[in-house]
């Protein structure tokens, strides 16, 4: 499973492929319309598989919708319901980490979907990451009220994969990928010096605290 992200996205065109691997490649969520190449989601999917050989399964559907009742229905229709369950036997999952506080690189992009009023709330229930438009606190809970409409990965869905690796770094970040690994929503880790080493920081002064 592929979800998207910046980060992801140069990861995905860094790796050398090699023999074919056979895989099945599927997209995590749906895609946003007119938007930057690192979210997506189906060329980093068809990037993967082609480099790793294999397939990769197509998702179209938007990943936001504003209407539920229009979700409601995306989500019954047969491919998207199989690609959906699918998402429960996940051996490999290769997923972004976003931050709550984005840059106004990103804010721009997602202005569309992340207007003030949804940023000021997301603060409010004290959410500082996501994965696949699913967000969660500091300590790894997730914040069900974070964005409605999402068609993507559940996190509980996402901790039922063997293997969850994380893609994300800066020093921004920091929080998000505390929380993400709070929440076991993964367990391997790829990222910079700089959020390493203040990941290390926070989880040293948190134990002195304990202590």
């Keep these: 499973g592929i979800s998207w992200g910046r980060t992801?996205?140069?990861v995905v065109h860094a790796l050398h492929g090699g023999e074919d691997k056979g895989l099945t490649v599927i997209p995590l969520l749906g895609g946003l319309n007119q938007i930057s190449p690192s979210?997506?989601?189906?060329?980093?999917a068809?990037?993967?598989?082609?480099?790793f050989g294999g397939a990769w399964k197509p998702f179209y559907v938007p990943a936001i919708v504003e209407n539920e009742e229009i979700r409601q229905s995306l989500v019954a229709a047969t491919d998207v319901a199989q690609v959906i369950q699918s998402w429960n036997n996940l051996t490999?999952?290769?997923?972004?980490?976003?931050?709550v506080e984005l840059g106004q690189d990103v804010r721009m992009l997602f202005a569309d979907y992340m207007d003030d009023s949804r940023m000021a709330?997301?603060?409010t229930v004290s959410a500082v990451g996501d994965i696949c438009m699913r967000f969660f606190d500091s300590a790894g809970r997730p914040v069900p009220s974070g964005l409605p409409g999402i068609i993507g990965i559940e996190l509980?869905?996402?901790r039922r994969a063997r293997l969850r690796i994380g893609v994300a770094g800066g020093a921004e970040k920091t929080d998000a990928l505390l929380g993400a690994v709070r929440g076991e929503y993964i367990n391997a880790l790829v990222t910079d010096e700089s959020a390493a080493r203040l990941m290390l920081e926070k989880?040293?002064?948190?134990?002195g605290v304990s202590a």
Aim: charged share 25%; aromatic share 8%.
């Design 156 to 158: 509980e869905q996402l």
């Design 121 to 123: 709330h997301l603060r």
């Design 92 to 99: 490999v999952a290769l997923v972004g980490v976003g931050n």
């Design 39 to 44: 979210f997506q989601v189906h060329e980093m």
């Design 46 to 51: 068809r990037i993967f598989s082609e480099k």
């Design 203 to 207: 989880l040293d002064a948190r134990q």
């Design 8 to 10: 992801l996205y140069e």
